[in-house]
């Protein structure tokens, strides 16, 4: 069995982080060059650019870096870093999607790419505006899709590795896209439903931000189906952690912390865990109050606290403590006796770590 060593110290992420930003730095920065080149408008690349310097975890690509070393990966980094430096272009694809159907305002605390985009509108306030930034945010989104593409293309993989990593990739984009149209289809369903917001959180977290990219890093350094599986036994309880701890900061957190205001997933209602497991066991009229205010578009703060009380009065916010605490704690089970290098358990454990506890 492999244990890692109290004086076993952990990969250095930061350093991987740094020529993750570095590489899609100089990728984005040549792209309105190129646009104005060929007298083309330079919003789409400016948006992207200003979407990926607002920061971010860049979980996926310090994941996919990871899974790379878990796996033994040796000699050039470019290809791993190349490779990671796409997923995030990919997320960004997701994500500016993501905020069109959410209908948000703000991400990463700055204003989201649709509603930067409508104050270019001649009559920026009107509904016009609006729909005229959604457009041209859906184009910006697919422009990601299409630049991860290049950018993985460019990454040059060992030939041995490329099938493999197709295959990875190719299940991940259509393991969250299914998990999104799942998350667009829960609110149609019962309230009470928490299979459904279960589902969601596996196809749309757990397997998108953890599990494939660090499958994606693996095979790059050659890792056959035994370690893959290992680390999944890792990858998907964590994940789900993660996403659960999403759900309470997003009713829960400090918006100055979190980039987004509380009041986004209650106005949308988004069906989480945390909003199932009240409705299950809600009294009669704090059931009255979840199906009037949950999903108002016109939720003010006020109305949004009498939601939280209703969510610690019956319980769900303590449960689903208990679930990120309990989906933590397998996914460290998960790591012993693995055959993973000392020094990637203990960055593993060290992530795991930071995304239940985090305020982010």
């Known amino acids: ?51 990926l310097d607002a920061g971010g975890k860049r ?6 870096v990871l899974g790379w070393h878990a796996a033994g990966g040796r000699g050039k980094t470019g290809p791993i870093v190349r490779t990671a430096a796409a997923l995030e272009l990919f997320h960004a694809f997701c994500l500016t999607h993501d905020d ?12 989201t790419v649709h509603r930067t985009l409508a104050t270019r509108h001649p009559d920026p306030d009107s509904r ?9 945010a859906i184009l910006a989104g697919d422009m990601a899709l299409a630049w991860c593409e290049e950018l993985l293309d460019s990454a040059e993989p060992p030939p041995a590795c490329r099938t493999a990593l197709r295959q990875v990739l190719a299940a991940m984009r259509q393991e969250v896209i299914y998990g999104q149209y799942l998350d667009l289809l829960a609110p149609l369903g019962p309230a009470t439903d928490l299979n459904t917001a279960l589902r969601v959180i596996r196809y749309k977290r ?10 994606t890093g693996a095979v790059l350094a050659g890792a056959d189906e035994v370690l893959l599986e290992s680390l999944s036994r890792f990858a998907l309880p964590l994940g789900e952690a993660f996403q659960l701890r999403d759900d309470l ?11 987004k205001p509380v009041l986004d997933d209650l106005r949308e209602g988004k069906h989480t865990v945390l909003l199932a ?10 059931q009255t109050l979840l199906t009037h205010l949950v999903g108002d578009p016109g939720l003010d703060e006020t109305s949004a606290a009498r939601i939280q009380d209703v969510l610690k009065a019956t319980g769900a916010r303590t449960t689903v403590e208990s679930m990120i ?24 454990r060290r992530i795991a770590a930071l995304a239940v506890e985090r305020a982010s």
């Open 277 to 286: 497991l009240a409705a299950q066991r809600a009294t009669g009229a704090q």
């Open 59 to 64: 979980l996926r690509p310090l994941l996919c």
């Open 325 to 348: 605490a309990a989906r933590y704690e397998q996914a460290l089970t998960a790591l012993e006796g693995t055959p993973l290098p000392p020094a990637a358990i203990v960055t593993l």
């Open 206 to 215: 757990a397997k998108y931000t953890v599990e494939r990219p660090l499958h």
């Open 249 to 259: 900061l997003g009713v829960f957190g400090n918006p100055q912390q979190t980039g």
């Open 128 to 136: 016009a505006a609006a729909w005229w930034g959604t457009c041209g």
């Open 100 to 111: 069109i159907m959410d209908r948000s305002a703000t991400r990463r605390g700055q204003s």
């Open 1 to 51: 069995m492999t244990v890692p060593s109290l004086t076993v110290q952990p990969l250095d992420l930061g350093a991987a982080q740094t020529h993750v930003d570095e590489v899609l730095h100089d990728f984005l920065h040549l792209k309105p060059q190129a646009a104005k080149a060929d007298g083309l408008p330079e919003d789409i690349p400016r948006q992207l650019r200003r979407f």
